[in-house]
């Protein structure tokens, strides 16, 4: 949705920028391919925050291969001075070339923090000489972006003579740079690993990439021809060694064993040193667990009780996955719990089928709960199914963002609610139940083996605050009431006195 908002906001010429981490971009993977052809009038950067080593994901997905595969410039910075400069350079390409431009981060460029310099007020683009943005506007381009397959076959033509262009520039753009240094050891290297590999390899000569897609295919074939040895240092996948060896390139690359996880100077010494003896085990961290008083664990007393068969998803509650409870079986993406849960419920024998709940998020549920229930809805496994949604008011894992079914904004200013009780209703689910498991836990209990008893579709919201966001809720929920009754009492007073 952000992405397909940000693509309007950039068709009526505003620059945008859309931020994701890399799981986020499957789901706007959809517009994403196909936004590379219609192109954009304004600036469009969605940028990537991929997450080798999977510090908190569920994957470790190098989304590189995404600006290759659909075909979009893409922008790779080291540390927060680049990410701050390359932006600027992100949003000139997106202008010049009418494209979204992929803006990728890692979790150790996030993390860290350096002293930026930021652009004094005479270097910014319009002291310089360039025109500011002209405010939105809309004009027509059906042919650009209607993609009919009329329309798309020679969009796709366009974009690829765009891309040849921007592979031209970025042969001799400073995106990318040499850093002169000892012949016998040549690094071609990118995004964090760059950091790394200067520690690593003091002295060495550098191809270091800011523009990883199009690759500078020439330059580093001159770069490597310069060199006694060449190594490509990458974090995640050979996306880079790969496209190089594909053009001819002969390069070296890391042993496969350095493909997962994180990269850091250690590792990198080693992959110089074609080092590939097994590495010390990392050592063991404390392991995330709910809070004491986290409204969750009388869920999972209760699901891990009835040894439930458990869809589980995306949030706080995965933890009920650990010990003491061990009550959840699945959980691949954010709202697959509702599927997962119906395709067991459609195959399982009866009385195992019975057993099967999916258990998912306020948040998540928003995010990509809802088209489950329609599923549910519409083809109903004969046992009927039990989804529980676990309404914390807010999204506890990500830091307390809020949300649709919150009724607040980002910025926890007032806004229309979603019900998710509503909602349910609304798509046919028979039956709805909203009640509180921690004041309450017998009658969630007894609601819970009754639902799984019925062979009906039956939706549960166990509402209960998240322990740590509960205090800020009351003050938000009061700070909106009296922005209600003073924007009432303006509405009465702004009526002619005969109708007040
Ligand atoms: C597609 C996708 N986008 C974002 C995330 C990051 N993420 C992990 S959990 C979560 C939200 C969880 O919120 P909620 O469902 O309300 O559960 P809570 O943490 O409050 O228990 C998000 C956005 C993700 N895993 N996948
Ligand atoms: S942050 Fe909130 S939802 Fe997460 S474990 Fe703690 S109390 Fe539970």
Known sequence: ???????????????????????????????????????????????????????????????????????????EPSDSQEAYDFFFAAVEISERWKIPVLYRMTTRVCHSKSIVVARSADSTAVARGAAPPPAPHFEHDIA???????????????????????????????????????????????????????????????????????????RARAFAASVERCVVVEEGDPVITDSLRAAGIPVESKAEMYRFGEL???????????????????????????????????????????DCIVAGDIGCYTLGVLPPYRAMDSCVAMGASIGVGLGLRHVLPPAQARRVVSVIGDSTFVHSGITGLVEMAYNPPPTGHVVLVLDNGTTAMTGQQEHPATGRTLDHGPTNKLSIEGIASAIGIGSVTVIDPYADPEGFERVLLERLAASELSVIVARRPCILAAADIRRWEQQAAELRARASAQAAFDLPLDER
């Open 264 to 306: 850091d100077v250690a590792r990198v010494r080693r992959i110089l040193a074609r080092d590939v003896t097994p590495e010390p085990a990392p050592l063991r961290g404390k392991p995330p667990e709910l809070c004491p008083a986290c409204p969750y664990h009388t869920v999972y007393g209760t699901l891990a009780k009835h």
């Open 144 to 218: 650009g972006r209607v993609m009919i397959p009329a329309n798309a076959r020679p969009a796709h033509r366009r974009l690829r003579a765009k891309l040849a262009e921007i592979a031209a520039w970025g042969e001799e753009c400073a995106l990318n740079r040499v850093e002169p240094g000892d012949r016998s050891l040549g690094i071609i290297t990118s995004g964090i690993s760059y950091m790394h590999a200067a520690e690593a390899g003091p002295g060495a000569c550098f191809l270091k990439i800011g523009l990883v897609n199009p690759l500078p295919i020439e």
């Open 1 to 75: 949705m952000a992405l397909e908002v940000g693509l309007g906001a950039a068709f009526a010429n505003a620059r945008t920028i859309v931020t994701m981490k890399h799981v986020g971009l499957n789901v706007a993977a959809d517009p994403l391919f196909t936004s590379a052809y219609t192109g954009v009038v304004g600036a469009l950067i969605v940028v990537s925050a991929d997450d080798p080593g999977m510090s908190s994901s569920q994957n470790e997905q190098d989304n590189r291969r995404y600006a290759v595969a659909a075909g979009l410039p893409a922008i």
